[in-house]
């Protein structure tokens, strides 16, 4: 597994991680896609790595149709930081990946290709919570679709 991290998140970060965490590999997009890379071109980058993880912090990635239908084009498995993970310090953040680290590991070996997940910010490790597969407006329609049906 590759773990690479998104332009919202230090590029340090995955260095550290690295010298943390010597058994799987960490890289930021700046060093991968190079800086200022698009949402799309990162996308197509990593997907062509069949062993790339994204990491990210980015929420607009998940809402935003247009780049969100471009990520799940891609394939990739991603794992979404959840709100709390930006207001940090970057000795926190590193701190709770550390923490964070073996669950979001297994979780990525154990699910397939395309999957989401997003890590909560705190400090009580849980599953992680797995994010569905389809868009928000499809289950809008169709929880609307059930209460017509009562």
Same mark, same amino acid.
């Given at each position: 597994?590759?773990?690479?991290?998104?332009?919202?998140? =230090?590029?340090?970060? =995955? !260095?550290?991680?690295?010298? *943390?965490?010597?058994? /799987?590999?960490?890289? /930021?997009?700046?060093? *991968?896609?190079?800086?200022?890379?698009?949402?799309?071109?990162?996308?197509?980058?990593? @997907?062509?790595?069949?062993?790339?993880?994204?990491?990210?912090?980015?929420? !607009?990635?998940?809402?935003?149709?247009?780049?969100?239908?471009?990520? !799940?084009?891609?394939?990739?498995?991603? *794992?979404?930081?959840?709100?709390?993970?930006?207001?940090?310090?970057?000795?926190?953040?590193?701190?709770?990946?550390?923490?964070?680290? =073996?669950?979001?590991?297994?979780?990525?070996?154990?699910?397939?290709?395309?999957?989401?997940?997003?890590?909560? @910010?705190?400090?009580?490790?849980?599953?992680?919570? =797995?994010?569905?597969?389809?868009?928000?407006?499809?289950?809008?329609?169709?929880? /609307? @679709?059930?209460?017509?049906?009562?």
């Amino acid at each position: 597994m590759k773990a690479v991290f998104d332009e919202n998140l =230090p590029p340090g970060l =995955p !260095r550290a991680l690295a010298a *943390v965490i010597p058994e /799987h590999d960490f890289a /930021h997009t700046n060093d *991968v896609a190079g800086r200022g890379a698009t949402d799309e071109a990162i996308f197509a980058l990593l @997907s062509a790595d069949q062993d790339a993880v994204l990491v990210t912090q980015d929420r !607009r990635q998940k809402r935003t149709p247009h780049i969100q239908a471009a990520l !799940r084009a891609s394939g990739l498995t991603v *794992v979404f930081l959840a709100k709390g993970w930006a207001d940090l310090d970057n000795v926190k953040r590193l701190s709770r990946f550390c923490l964070w680290w =073996p669950q979001i590991a297994e979780a990525i070996e154990t699910c397939d290709r395309g999957a989401w997940f997003e890590v909560p @910010s705190n400090t009580r490790v849980t599953q992680l919570k =797995p994010l569905p597969g389809r868009s928000a407006s499809q289950r809008d329609r169709r929880r /609307h @679709s059930r209460k017509r049906q009562r």
